[in-house]
């Protein structure tokens, strides 16, 4: 009894202490501001993302007036980012682009608050809104930072954006096609025309724009265009369905 006695006494504080590391991270102590952004960069480049945004906060309410301030506004947007806190990461880049327009930081905060953006979009089915900010902000960033580090991937990311809203525009046309509704499904095929013509989306639009021909009763039209479509888009599905159509309609 006595040794299984001290046995206890002697785990059970052991036992805490494990219970306690598992539970919660223990913040280091800062005998001074100055300590508190290395530290705050130590657990940034490490990936502890959220003890460098513990750290990075009560930094940034203790030092408004410091040099570095801007500095680490910018890391704790970036922090927020890589923890997908969409909404958080795009208050604090709007904040340093705001606050500090001549940040050395500020490049790289206008080029990630339009993924900060992007993050919050939604799925394809629904509003785009957050597609077309992003987009935006990417867009700016080009214009206001030639030359910038990031500029390469901007330029992918405004493709990728453009891309995924002329898709959004294409499946709205096809969905008034499948309610028999050519005129307004029209509309939506032509914007992607003169204003996504050099997406994705394209060849799609076209097609839709050649079934609406059909439906409206311009067969001529329609035949030519899809002969069109089968020529400039060889081995392609949508050559495939612009085939399909015409065959279809000629039958008639």
């Known amino acids: 009894m006595r ?3 001290r046995l206890r006494l002697c785990v059970l504080p052991w036992l805490a202490l494990a219970l306690a590391g598992c539970g919660a991270s223990v913040l280091p102590s800062v005998h001074s501001e100055s300590e508190r952004l290395p530290l705050a960069r130590r657990f940034y480049d490490r990936g502890d993302y959220r003890d460098a945004i513990e750290m990075l906060k009560t ?40 606050d ?18 992007y993050g919050q979009t939604r799925p394809a089915d629904f509003d785009q809104e957050y597609t077309r900010k992003a987009l935006d902000q990417w867009t700016s960033y080009l ?6 580090w990031l500029n390469g991937q901007a330029a992918q990311r405004v493709e990728k954006a453009r891309n995924r809203l002329g898709s959004k525009l ?3 046309g096809e969905l008034y096609l ?9 509309v939506y095929f032509t914007q992607v025309t003169e204003q996504y013509a050099d997406t994705v989306a394209r060849p799609l639009a076209e097609l839709g724009l050649a079934i609406c021909d059909a439906r409206q009763g311009k067969k001529a039209e329609a035949v030519a265009q899809l002969k069109s479509i089968e020529a400039r888009y060889p081995g392609q599905k949508v ?14």
Do not use: C, M, N
Request: no cysteine; glycine share 8%.
């Open 59 to 98: 930094f940034i309410s203790s030092s408004g007036g410091s040099a570095q301030v801007d500095e680490a506004i910018y890391l704790l947007g970036d922090s927020y980012l890589k923890i997908k806190e969409w909404t958080s990461a795009s208050g604090e880049f709007e904040r340093l682009l705001r």
């Open 143 to 148: 214009r206001e930072y030639p030359g910038h």
């Open 239 to 252: 050559a495939e369905r612009a085939a399909h159509e015409r065959r279809r309609i000629e039958r008639r």
């Open 3 to 5: 040794l299984s006695r």
């Open 170 to 172: 294409t499946k709205t």
């Open 100 to 117: 500090y327009p001549e940040s050395d930081s500020s490049g790289a905060a206008a080029f990630k608050l339009g993924d900060a953006y």
């Open 178 to 186: 499948k309610l028999q509704q050519p005129g307004p499904a029209r």
